[in-house]
């Protein structure tokens, strides 16, 4: 498998019409995107001193953040209306020539920050609110 650009790896919001369309959310410098596996520990006496796991037994969920430019672009305003209405909204996140996982998340943090003599950033973490599809790209 051959190497993937960096910026082709892809945040976007859904329009919760119905079929829906996502948009790339503007501006984004960075992105980043984690499965979480909760492990339950079922280790007893008869384990012989080994660590033994239950398999398929504890939560999963993905977080997901990014960075970037501010750009006043509609899709930031998505975010930050979100972010502010605290909801759980549908995303995309788009790993290039690998797959999309998409479903619902919460806005867990956004941020805006400016250097003096710079541009204005911002940050944006996500976390799963429910079952996310996988599909092959």
């Given at each position: 498998?051959?190497?993937?650009?960096?910026?082709?790896?892809?945040?976007k919001?859904?329009?919760?019409?119905?079929p829906?369309?996502?948009?790339?959310i503007?501006?984004?410098?960075?992105?980043?995107?984690?499965?979480?596996n909760?492990?339950?520990?079922?280790?007893?006496?008869?384990?012989?001193?080994?660590?033994?796991?239950?398999?398929?037994?504890?939560?999963?969920?993905?977080?997901?953040?990014?960075?970037?430019?501010?750009?006043?672009?509609?899709?930031?305003?998505?975010?930050?209306?979100?972010?502010?209405?605290?909801t759980i909204?549908?995303?995309?996140?788009?790993?290039?020539?690998?797959?999309?996982?998409?479903?619902?998340?919460?806005?867990t943090?956004?941020?805006?920050?400016?250097?003096?003599?710079?541009?204005?950033?911002?940050?944006?973490?996500?976390?799963?609110?429910?079952?996310?599809?996988?599909?092959?790209?």
């Amino acid at each position: 498998m051959a190497a993937q650009k960096g910026s082709a790896m892809l945040i976007k919001t859904g329009n919760g019409a119905s079929p829906e369309v996502f948009t790339t959310i503007a501006g984004l410098r960075s992105s980043s995107l984690t499965v979480n596996n909760e492990s339950v520990d079922v280790t007893n006496k008869d384990s012989s001193g080994k660590r033994q796991l239950l398999a398929s037994a504890g939560v999963q969920t993905i977080s997901v953040s990014g960075s970037g430019v501010f750009t006043d672009g509609a899709s930031e305003s998505t975010i930050k209306t979100n972010a502010l209405a605290d909801t759980i909204d549908n995303y995309q996140f788009l790993v290039p020539d690998f797959g999309t996982f998409t479903g619902a998340f919460q806005v867990t943090s956004l941020e805006y920050a400016g250097e003096f003599n710079g541009e204005v950033t911002y940050s944006m973490s996500f976390e799963s609110a429910g079952a996310i599809t996988f599909a092959t790209v």
